[in-house]
């Protein structure tokens, strides 16, 4: 049996001394090969066959170390989908739990140097929820498979079923105070006044006097008939009926002023909640954590919104994409003239285009687009329930 072979005790105990982990310094991704020593791992580096190796990436390093940071997280994404879909761990546990396979992508051969860079990559893509404790760096998998797909399109069609037969009941709303408008009492003649008209002293009185034979033959005089001649004071009586009849008339639009009014009461108390964020609309980031890098103050546009409260902005400079907290954002109010969607209150998801802006109350007037209220005009519009439209 020759000295190498493999049931000599030479090759046995180098199996054994190569079956577990061993010091990732002395590892070469591009060879793949481990190395148990220092000496050993300066041998490799000398020899032909690493020489090869590193002529082809001297060629295109960028293209090599990107197809293992791809392999790598896409490894890591996948023991963590498999593993923990549903927990909050550490992230060492996690990449320990990775990196007890021999043959897994080493981290010193991809672009991030330490694994808290890859954790900050993970939130800033989007694919993990990321916490800094003082236990470490903690993170959540986002579950964005097919049956979470399938649960959010339940979802959004039973909340667009909700809209449907919330506007259905606004149009009933609308087509009975149309319907009370229409019926406008002022078209009625006019109620009799309560009080008997006043006597002029100077008018013409004019008596009818008239006999009337009793039963014992004796005549008694009828009451007499009293005629006034129409002067100056019976047209300011007519007047007057003609005010109360106005009156009337005012009292209608009032009635209608007050169904408008308890209606949107009644819509601004169901649609008014404490998170606004939804997507298409432009914001402004005003967290001063990200001020070192470059964000704060910058504007971007909410393509996902997370949980009601989280929204994922694509920075429209740098194109980035941030995960944010709706704290830490703030409504853009666009020109005059300028589309903005209104994300709170009474008319909470329509859009509207923006009339005029009042400083000093912080405040707009907009007027709503399509919908069941279109061309409706609303006159004070706080700045935090607008916010532009992409």
């Known amino acids: 049996m020759g000295k190498n072979e493999f049931l000599t005790p030479k090759a046995i105990a180098n199996r054994i001394k190569a079956k577990g982990l061993q010091k990732l310094r002395w590892y070469c991704q591009m060879c793949q090969k481990q190395c148990r020593d220092e000496n050993g791992f300066k041998c490799h580096c000398m020899s032909e066959s690493h020489?090869?190796?590193?002529?082809?990436?001297?060629q295109n390093p960028t293209r090599i170390i990107d197809g293992y940071s791809?392999?790598?997280?896409?490894?890591?994404?996948?023991?963590?989908?498999?593993?923990h879909r549903?927990?909050?761990?550490?992230?060492?546990?996690?990449?320990?739990?990775?990196?007890?396979?021999?043959?897994?992508?080493?981290?010193?051969?991809t672009q991030w140097a330490t694994l808290t860079e890859f954790v900050k990559y993970l939130g800033r893509i989007g694919k993990c929820k990321v916490e800094d404790t003082p236990k470490g760096w903690f993170i959540t998998y986002i579950d964005r498979d097919s049956e979470s797909v399938f649960k959010d399109r339940l979802k959004n069609k039973r909340l667009r079923a909700e809209l449907a037969d919330e506007e259905k009941q606004e149009r009933a709303i609308a087509l009975q105070i149309e319907r009370a408008s229409s019926s406008n009492p002022s078209s009625l003649p006019p109620p009799p006044p309560s009080d008997p008209s006043p006597i002029d002293p100077d008018a013409k009185v004019a008596f009818s006097l008239s006999l009337q034979t009793t039963a014992a033959g004796d005549t008694a005089p009828k009451p007499p008939k009293l005629a006034f001649d129409e002067g100056p004071?019976?047209?300011?009586?007519?007047?007057?009926?003609?005010?109360?009849?106005?009156?009337?008339?005012?009292?209608?639009?009032s009635v209608l002023d007050e169904l408008i009014r308890e209606e949107e009461k009644a819509k601004e108390r169901s649609n008014r909640k404490d998170y606004w964020l939804c997507e298409g609309i432009i914001v402004k980031v005003m967290s001063k954590a990200l001020a070192d890098k470059g964000y704060y103050k910058q504007k971007g546009v909410v393509r996902t919104v997370i949980e009601k409260y989280v929204g994922e902005i694509e920075m429209l400079e740098s194109k980035h994409v941030l995960r944010?907290?709706?704290?830490?954002?703030?409504?853009?109010?666009?020109?005059?003239?300028?589309?903005?969607?209104?994300?709170?209150g009474a008319y909470r998801g329509s859009n509207a285009r923006l009339l005029s802006v009042d400083t000093e109350r912080f405040c707009a007037k907009v007027q709503i687009e399509k919908g069941a209220y279109d061309g409706r005009v609303l006159q004070a519009v706080d700045y935090e329930d607008i916010c532009k439209v992409s």
């Open 51 to 58: 020489q090869r190796q590193m002529q082809v990436f001297g």
């Open 233 to 253: 004071e019976q047209e300011k009586v007519e007047k007057k009926r003609g005010a109360s009849g106005g009156g009337v008339a005012r009292g209608g639009s």
């Open 324 to 344: 944010v907290d709706q704290e830490e954002l703030e409504t853009v109010i666009p020109q005059i003239g300028g589309l903005v969607r209104i994300v709170n």
């Open 70 to 83: 791809e392999e790598f997280e896409r490894e890591f994404m996948d023991h963590l989908r498999r593993s």
């Open 86 to 109: 549903f927990s909050r761990i550490a992230a060492t546990v996690v990449y320990n739990e990775y990196i007890a396979d021999r043959h897994h992508i080493h981290m010193n051969s």
